[in-house]
């Protein structure tokens, strides 16, 4: 079995846990980075951001970019920070995480560039997110795509930057993977994107395939099935 296609059967399983969860108190755990390690880059803010509907001052850090192993809901997942101004632990659970609307949270159109961001990362054609340096190359250009509002992406210039550190390493380096996937987002995402919002960690963004017509249509067809069996049982006691 492919890595994507392993992916995509997570995914599918977080997808179910998904829309079976409100939007309540849950506990996060996290268990190291999901492809063994991240990459060292300075991220710096050139004016004041809005996010999750609050103002954060202008920052200038070193910070490590990768994805996480998460477990929420019994579910195991691969995720990204979201919100850069506050941490979280590698190995630690968390209480008071709740799920929250990425169209709501982030807005339509980051949301969207999320999804987007998602699926040239992790179903492009051999430049798939699949270790430390491609994972840290998504966690930079999500920042990018959070926290500009230049109207273009360049990590570069603009409210958000990032540079140097291991992240500037390689050929290409995570940087250099960051910038060519924000250039090249295709017009169609193929994952919808919400967000695990905590008050005192950092948020967790959460990924879930966009089901297929056909999908769509097993599933009405499914429920259809489960409606007759149901008659008939019931028909049957009386």
Not at 113 to 133: E, F, M, Q, Y
Request: proline share 3%; charged share 15%.
């Amino acid at each position: 079995m492919t890595r994507k296609h392993r992916l995509n059967r997570t995914a599918l399983a977080l997808a179910t846990a998904v829309a079976a969860t409100p939007a309540l108190a849950d506990t996060v755990t996290t268990s190291g980075w999901y492809f063994g390690g991240g990459k060292s880059v300075n991220t710096k803010t050139t004016a004041t951001v809005i996010y999750g509907g609050s103002s954060h001052s202008p920052i200038d850090k070193s910070v490590s970019a990768g994805a996480f192993r998460a477990t929420w809901n019994g579910r195991t997942f691969e995720t990204y920070c979201t919100d850069i101004f506050q941490t979280i632990g590698l190995t630690a659970t968390y209480s008071g995480f709740s799920l929250h609307d990425g169209d709501a949270w982030f807005s339509p159109a980051k949301a969207r560039d999320l999804g987007r961001l998602w699926t040239v990362a992790h179903d492009g054609a051999g430049a798939d997110a699949v270790d430390a340096k491609s994972s840290a190359a998504f966690q930079i250009a999500a920042w990018e795509i959070l926290y500009e509002s230049s109207g273009s992406y360049n990590l570069a210039s603009g409210v958000f930057r990032a540079s140097g550190g291991s992240a500037a390493t390689g050929s290409p380096s995570a940087l250099q993977l960051a910038g060519t996937w924000l250039g090249s987002l295709p017009s169609t995402s193929l994952y919808s994107v919400d967000v695990l919002v905590s008050a005192t960690r950092q948020d967790l963004l959460v990924a879930t395939p966009v089901p297929e017509p056909e999908s769509y249509a097993m599933f009405i067809a499914g429920l259809g099935l489960m409606a007759v069996v149901a008659r008939r049982r019931s028909m049957s006691l009386a």
